[in-house]
């Protein structure tokens, strides 16, 4: 289950950060400067890497066997700037600490 939570960290950093930039590109786009380069280049990289996102935590959450309740967190980090680095924390920290042979059980 290990290889799941590094794989997942590991997306969900990237798509926070594009998140991020997307949201930064955004605000140029349709802000006072009107530059919308940034948004349009960000934009599709942030959807491709969201569903390999998306992948991975139906994997994640699949193997430890949590409620349905905690996939739609997971799923609500990756489109709410900022929300995805905290919910990364939490999610990393929790599968960790999950208990070995409930671990097991779900692989």
Not at 30 to 43: E, K, R
Not at 51 to 57: D, E, P, R, T
Not at 75 to 93: A, C, D, I, S
């Amino acid at each position: 289950m290990e290889g799941a939570v590094t794989r997942y960290r590991i997306l969900a950093l990237i798509v926070g950060t594009l998140l991020v930039l997307l949201a930064i590109g955004m605000v140029l786009k349709y802000g006072p400067t009107d530059m919308p380069a940034l948004a349009g280049i960000v934009a599709p990289v942030h959807g491709l890497v969201y569903m390999v996102y998306l992948v991975a935590a139906y994997d994640l959450w699949r193997r430890t066997g949590w409620p349905l309740s905690r996939m739609v967190l997971i799923v609500l980090g990756g489109v709410v700037p900022l929300m995805t680095f905290f919910v990364e924390r939490k999610v990393v920290h929790d599968a960790r600490v999950l208990p070995p042979a409930k671990a097991e059980a779900n692989a």
